[in-house]
C-alpha cells in the first residue's frame, strides 16, 4: 500500500512569492491534515480537510490556505511568503471514521526555504 | 501556550535497558494521546497511543502509562535497541468533540532519544 506523497520534496522561494504543496493520502483515506514544523515551534498544526470541507483550522494567519478535491488529494497554498515560513510542511492522512484508533500517517514533508 | 510540554530535549541511553521518555499537558480536555517516532528527512512514525480511559496500553517493547490526575504519560521501552535512536514526540488530542478532531493533534517539542551500542 503506498503511504503519504507530498509534493514538491524541496523547493526555495524569494520573500512575497506563493507557494503550493501537494499531498496524495494513502488509498482510501478521507482526512488529510497539514503541519508545520520548525526548530523554534516544533509540530504545529495548520488545518485537516474532510470530504473536501475544512474540519479543523490551527492559528495561522489567512495567508495559509489549503483545499481538498474529491479524490482526497490535498494542496496548501501560502501567500506573500515570509522568512519565516521557511519550514517543513507535513502532510497525514488518516481513515477518520468512528472507532479507529486515530493514527495519523504523515508523508516525507516538503522542505520549503524562504530567501 | 505550550499544551504539551516535553522537558528533556535529549536521553541517552546504554542498549538493552530501559528507556523512558516524559510528556506533560496541561489541556484536561484531551482525551487521547499519541506517540510518534521520527528520523531525519522522513515524517513521523505512529508508535502508540492511550486512550484517557485507560492507565497503560502496551505493544511489544512500547508501553505507554498515563496518570491522569498528574496530566503526565511516558513512554517506556525496553530492551533499548540502537534502531530506537531517533527523536520521539507526544501528541495529544480532543477526540470526544463529536469526532471533529481526528487530524488536529496537538504535539510536544520532541525528545532525542540515543541508544548506545
Known amino acids: 500500500k503506498a503511504g503519504v506523497t507530498q509534493t514538491p520534496r524541496y523547493l526555495i522561494k524569494t520573500r512575497g512569492q506563493q507557494v503550493t504543496l501537494s499531498c496524495s493520502p494513502i488509498?482510501?483515506?478521507?482526512?488529510v491534515s497539514w503541519y508545520q514544523q520548525t526548530p523554534g515551534q516544533g509540530l504545529q498544526f495548520l488545518f485537516e480537510?474532510?470530504?473536501?470541507?475544512?474540519?479543523n483550522k490551527g492559528n495561522f494567519p489567512g495567508r495559509f490556505s489549503g483545499r481538498q478535491f474529491s479524490n482526497s488529494r490535498s494542496e496548501m497554498n501560502v501567500s506573500t511568503l515570509e522568512l519565516g515560513d521557511s519550514a517543513l510542511y507535513l502532510c497525514a492522512s488518516s481513515l477518520r471514521q468512528g472507532g479507529n484508533t486515530g493514527e495519523l500517517f504523515f508523508g516525507e514533508g516538503s522542505r520549503l526555504t524562504v530567501l | 501556550d505550550q499544551q504539551v510540554k516535553q522537558n528533556s530535549p535529549s536521553l541517552s541511553v546504554q542498549e538493552g535497558r530501559i528507556s523512558i521518555l516524559n510528556c506533560d499537558y496541561t489541556n484536561s480536555m484531551f482525551d487521547y494521546f499519541l506517540w510518534y517516532k521520527k528520523y531525519p528527512a522522513e515524517g513521523p512514525t505512529f508508535l502508540i497511543s492511550i486512550s484517557s480511559i485507560k492507565d497503560k496500553n502496551e505493544d511489544g517493547r512500547f508501553t505507554v502509562f498515563l496518570n491522569k490526575s498528574a496530566k503526565h504519560l511516558s513512554l517506556h521501552i525496553v530492551p533499548s535497541q540502537p534502531g530506537d535512536s531517533a527523536v520521539y514526540f507526544c501528541?495529544?488530542?480532543?477526540?470526544?468533540?463529536?469526532?471533529?478532531?481526528?487530524?488536529?493533534?496537538?504535539f510536544g517539542q520532541g525528545t532525542i532519544l540515543t541508544v548506545h551500542p
Open positions: 480537510y474532510f470530504s473536501e470541507t475544512q474540519r
Open positions: 501528541a495529544a488530542s480532543v477526540r470526544n468533540a463529536g469526532g471533529t478532531s481526528y487530524g488536529k493533534l496537538t
Open positions: 488509498s482510501g483515506h478521507r482526512s
